[in-house]
């Protein structure tokens, strides 16, 4: 059965531009391996795909999501190639190239330290008539492992395989199709996101229009603020411990203090740059133990820490706060008791080569370090974007504010960062350069506002560029028409057909207040100020 995600797409082919037949496509699909001349490269397949398959992945490794299928909505010629990057690092690539071609080029990103094709956003692209390719970042699975004394599959990880999969991409569409493209585009999210600005610093020319969201810039930092979590909460035997119902009582305490800010009591924050929690309401008195409803003096100060800034051993702010509001979803994964994967096997198999190294003993000083070591400048914090922007791209950058893996602060500090180095405000870097703040959505989807913004397969919501970031950019890039705004939509939980409501999302620095005289529902009762 068609899942109502394929099914929402599926009207895409109702305005896809004439194309030639299946059986033409096919036969060109089949015949394209013998057309193939790529250095480096080896060719492992060329398969016609029918649009209705639901794509069986067998070599998927097991520890990415979304494997080991993937549902194909649109019939697609599918390439797959293994490409030498050094003489001890290789990266695998995939090429799906759609009958219903509207002659764009597009590239997906990964996310985490993932060696992970992200399959979805292929399908995703391909269905919207993109021709695109995706790349599993130099490594499989997504462990950090393969990174041990292997400092080519850093290289791969930091840009290389983002980059060598551009250039081959371009090399494959203009040979399958006549008219090659005519503009070129990026999808992505998380590492994704860093990808993409990754990109911007380091091949201006490699994108006319990049859609980044969530992204894992000021990477290094990122790392260690994950990683020192641990620290603060303990394992789950410690008392400084919470359970996940004990961080739900944070969550409404929380949502109790700064819901109404906005204007507005819809359950979500807003703007959380206005939010600053005092958590001892939650302190149970004196004689008062076990509670449901109140919490011991050490965990509510435990919950109070996560909330403050990273600062390095001089005093140095590293990385910005958690996003108070994103309890709920951080603590079955940053405050689970257990150090946080990502980070430990960075510092294991980058910082250190040690294997044995744990995040159960991380320090302000371990930090210092990964900072000081930067491989290939994966920091991706370079704030001089002028070769980018003279190349005429454009950017969109956004960001949930209910973020529980990457703050949101971070990515206001990069814009700032980027006016403050360019000379530029936001006026003027707005001409190539937009960033959006989007209420209630978590880690680059999912949370519970108006997150879906077609940033995603998921998160389809109609092919309208105010309703779909990668449109929005295409319209932006084609037409010379920027986004004022995101429009995000809210489907019901449990019937993912049923909109509940919509939501216009603002362009950084402004914010969103509700002015009524409506109900929060109603998108037209909400302003950017």
């Known amino acids: 059965m068609v899942s109502i995600f394929a099914f929402r797409l599926l009207a895409l082919g109702s305005v896809a531009f004439a194309s030639q037949s299946r059986s033409d496509f096919q036969s060109k699909c089949t015949q394209f391996a013998d057309k193939i001349h790529i250095p480096n490269a080896k060719v492992n397949f060329v398969e016609f795909v029918a ?52 002659g764009r080029f597009s590239s997906t990103g990964n996310g985490g330290i993932s060696g992970c094709i992200q399959y979805y956003d292929l399908a995703y692209t391909a269905q919207l008539g993109f021709a695109t390719v995706g790349a599993n970042n130099g490594h499989n699975g997504t462990s950090g492992e393969s990174f041990y004394h292997n400092t080519e599959v850093v290289k791969d990880f930091a840009y290389r395989s983002l980059h060598t999969g551009v250039v081959i991409g371009k090399e494959l569409t203009k040979a399958f199709y006549e008219e090659g493209f005519n503009k070129s585009y990026y999808l992505g999210c998380s590492t994704g996101g860093r990808q993409g600005w990754k990109a911007i610093q380091k091949y201006p020319n490699d994108f006319d229009g990049v859609v980044a969201g969530a992204p894992a810039i000021n990477f290094i930092n990122l790392l260690s603020w994950s990683g020192h979590f641990y620290p603060i909460i303990g394992s789950t035997s410690s008392d400084t411990y919470l359970t996940p119902v004990e961080w739900e009582l944070v969550h409404k305490e929380t949502i109790r203090q700064c819901d109404a800010i906005d204007g507005a009591e819809d359950g979500i924050i807003e703007d959380p740059d206005l939010c600053v929690p005092v958590l001892s309401p939650l302190i149970c008195p004196q004689g008062v133990s076990n509670s ?11 919950a109070q820490q996560v909330l403050l800034p990273f600062y390095g051993k001089d005093g140095t ?32 198999y980058v910082v250190y080569n040690d294997s044995s190294w744990s995040g159960e003993n991380f320090s302000v000083a371990d930090a210092a370090v990964a900072l000081a070591q930067n491989p290939y400048n994966i920091q ?74 077609g940033q995603g397969l998921q998160t389809y919501a109609g092919n309208d560029p105010q309703d779909n970031v990668l449109m929005a950019m295409v319209k932006w890039v084609e037409e010379g028409v920027p986004p004022e705004t995101i429009r995000g939509t809210k489907f019901s939980d449990t ?8 939501r216009k999302h603002c362009r950084w620095p402004r914010r969103n207040v509700f002015k009524g005289p409506g109900n929060y529902t109603d998108e037209d009762s909400w302003k950017c100020t």
């Open 51 to 102: 649009g209705g398959t639901n794509l069986s992945i067998p070599d998927y490794p097991s520890s990415c999501s979304y494997g080991p299928y993937q549902e194909i909505t649109v019939d697609i010629c599918r390439v797959a190639m293994a490409v030498t990057t050094s003489n001890s690092s290789e990266l695998t690539l995939e090429a799906w190239f759609p009958r219903e071609y509207k």
């Open 292 to 302: 449901s409803s109140c919490l011991t003096s050490t965990k509510v100060n435990t």
């Open 317 to 348: 702010l590293l990385y910005p706060r958690m996003q108070p509001g994103s309890e709920i979803y951080a603590s079955s994964i940053m405050y689970n008791g257990q150090p946080f994967s990502y980070s430990q096997d960075w510092f294991r």
């Open 380 to 453: 991706t914090w370079d704030g001089d974007l002028s070769p980018f922007n003279k190349a005429g791209g454009k950017v969109l950058h956004y960001h949930g504010m209910q973020d529980h893996l990457i703050s949101s602060d971070d990515s206001k500090l990069y814009y700032s960062h980027v006016a403050n180095t360019m000379d530029l405000p936001p006026a003027i870097l707005d001409e190539f350069y937009r960033f959006f703040t989007v209420s209630g959505m978590s880690h680059c989807s999912n949370g519970d506002g108006a997150s879906n913004i």
């Open 495 to 502: 019937d993912s057909s049923v909109v509940e409501y919509r």
